[in-house]
């Protein structure tokens, strides 16, 4: 039994004992636990002094690094990643910055961006976004000629994070860009679900898009950017066939489609599934807050 399979096993039985009010807390209590097993440091915000001398051995000046240093490094990057111990990730790949490998760097500002959305200075937050697109610019630049897959995912992400502190006009005019790098994204590598996911949410967003976005939307576009329910369902049940429950907001969103068409019956194993999921991340959290709710509201079973 490999360590992740571990931890969703170990976290699924502890998700009884887990009160709504205690989430996070109960879960930053379990997993230092669970991670001491594999030598780790739980992810989250604190403790990089810590992070990063789970690194080892390294040489001060990173332009030295080898080909078979920096592969070690992805590779460590990675698995501290899946894991979600965000403060080990940025640890490792802070000394990269000013790297020109555009896998380090998109990794860098993958991590950067999970440090904004785990901390709760808003301040503070938007400052780690906007770094983190400047690192994926720079990961974009750099990308070798046979492309980048996590480049363009990861620029597809920050640039819409980007335009929602810009405001609705920035961000509708940004989409097709997003659309674009998605894209990009699936022709290098088809084999990603989170970019099937992400195209999902982007065709979710336009067909449920409030009146009021879409007079803005024609305003700015000769063309404005149109989808329907069923073109969102198609990339989420397409990255659910490349790997099930790989993200419980996946399966939401998936429920929230299917709400929406009238399928209510649908929608609530949907919900379901994605309420039953391990917590390991803080959109695990965020989406079983929400399923809480929703199942709530439909008068089902969430004992």
């Not at 959109?283 to 969430?302: I, T």
């Amino acid at each position: 039994m490999n360590f992740r399979h571990s931890l969703r096993t170990a976290l699924r039985h502890f998700s009884f004992f887990v009160q709504r009010g205690q989430l996070q807390q109960q879960i930053r209590r379990f997993l230092p636990y669970i991670a001491r097993h594999r030598r780790l440091v739980v992810g989250g915000t604190g403790g990089s002094a810590f992070a990063a001398s789970m690194w080892g051995s390294r040489n001060e000046d990173a332009a030295k690094d080898s080909e078979k240093d920096i592969a070690e490094i992805i590779k460590r990057a990675d698995v501290f990643y899946e894991q979600y111990l965000i403060d080990n990730v940025y640890a490792g790949l802070i000394r990269y910055e000013d790297s020109n490998n555009s896998e380090l760097l998109w990794r860098l500002a993958r991590a950067t961006c999970e440090k904004a959305k785990l901390t709760q200075d808003k301040a503070k937050k938007k400052e780690l976004i906007f770094k983190a697109f400047e690192v994926i610019e720079k990961a974009i630049a750099n990308e070798p000629p046979e492309g980048s897959f996590g480049a363009h995912k990861w620029y597809a992400i920050l640039l819409d994070y980007v335009g929602e502190y810009e405001g609705t006009k920035s961000r509708i005019r940004r989409s097709y860009d997003v659309r674009k790098h998605l894209e990009r994204a699936l022709e290098i590598n088809q084999k990603d679900p989170t970019t099937w996911h992400i195209l999902g949410v982007w065709h979710f967003a336009f067909a449920d898009l409030p009146t009021y976005q879409r007079y803005i939307a024609s305003a700015i576009f000769d063309t404005p950017p149109t989808s329907t329910y069923d073109d969102a369902l198609y990339y989420f049940e397409k990255a659910e066939t490349i790997q099930p429950d790989f993200y419980s907001k996946n399966l939401w969103y998936m429920a929230e489609v299917m709400q929406r068409k009238g399928e209510l019956d649908k929608a609530l194993i949907m919900y379901k599934r994605a309420f039953s999921l391990p917590i390991v991340s803080i959109d695990d959290k965020e989406v079983h807050e929400k399923c809480f709710k929703m199942l709530q509201k439909l008068g089902a079973d969430v004992a």
